[in-house]
């Protein structure tokens, strides 16, 4: 009932609900699906012994669950070793990639420089090119560049760790232009124009005034960078020969015998070596979220 005349309040109309919205959700769970089954029956092998697994089958009731794998996993991988190789690359190669990317992508949306529309779209077509075709090249131009001996062992840019954040950062960084290029042309340019006019110069209205409004595009690029350069296998395996310099995502190798490898205890490693990725994420969740939907809204 309607509080001034206390007749009663009219009823809304049912809201009509479309076949292809329903098909969209439905399509939608299936790929949720599709993504979460593999995690849980990773997760679920994981915590079952071998021995019952092999008489049951995997999809079969436990009747012992436990965490050995995981201690087995975390010692016979050499998890720690491996772990701080991958952030010794990848650590270093984020904070490159987005600190470059930015400044590109400042001189390109901020600064009116000839070509600056060619450029970005050089860098965006630089993400079409499949990595794949330039493996034979990249490798013989890894083993002709000299580097020091406290840079590399092998005195050359291939056995690196240098050699390796610099592929990531050469392939990664033409797409984190072309997101924070777009993101910093919403920026009202009112705003950097009182900047100059206060007598700001491009150093200041970068660092001081352009890269804290773009914190929302950072952190979504720089989750989806540490997820990419951290699940890399192709470069380290191609780019690195010395075993104890590799990937934690090489270390899986190390579960496996000769003539005989438990999947389940593959399993507990696989989780332990995904679990970094996933922390990452519900530490910027909100970030990544609010960079995805930038522009979403006015």
Not at 27 to 37: I, N, R
Not at 111 to 132: C, H, W, Y
Not at 148 to 165: A, E, H
């Amino acid at each position: 009932m309607t509080p001034a005349t206390g007749a009663p309040a009219p009823a809304l109309p049912a809201r009509r609900v479309r076949p292809l919205r329903i098909l969209l959700h439905v399509f939608l769970g299936l790929v949720a699906l599709g993504w979460f089954v593999p995690l849980a029956l990773a997760l679920y092998a994981s915590l079952r012994p071998y021995q019952e697994t092999a008489r049951l089958g995997y999809l079969s009731l436990p009747e012992t669950l436990t965490l050995d794998y995981y201690s087995e996993a975390w010692t016979q991988a050499e998890l720690p070793k491996y772990y701080l190789n991958t952030l010794v690359i990848v650590v270093p190669g984020v904070i490159l990639t987005l600190l470059l990317a930015s400044f590109t992508a400042f001189v390109i949306a901020r600064l009116r420089i000839p070509g600056r529309r060619v450029l970005l779209i050089v860098f965006t077509a630089g993400n079409l090119l499949p990595p794949q075709v330039l493996i034979t090249p990249l490798y013989t131009l890894y083993t002709m560049i000299p580097l020091p001996w406290w840079l590399s062992d092998s005195l050359s840019l291939y056995d690196s760790y240098l050699g390796l954040i610099l592929i990531h950062v050469a392939f990664q960084f033409g797409f984190c232009v072309f997101v924070l290029a777009n993101f910093m042309r919403t920026i009202p340019e009112s705003i950097t124009e009182a900047a100059l006019v206060d007598g700001a110069g491009v150093w200041r209205r970068y660092w001081q005034l352009t890269l804290p409004l773009c914190r929302p595009a950072l952190a979504a690029l720089g989750t989806l960078q540490f997820t990419w350069m951290y699940n890399d296998f192709l470069w380290a395996l191609v780019l690195m020969s010395s075993g104890d310099k590799l990937p934690v995502t090489s270390a899986l190798n190390n579960l496996r015998g000769q003539f005989f490898t438990d999947y389940n205890l593959l399993a507990a490693g696989s989780v332990l070596v995904a679990l970094p990725t996933l922390i990452v994420f519900q530490l910027l969740h909100k970030h990544f979220i609010a960079g995805l939907t930038l522009g979403s809204t006015k």
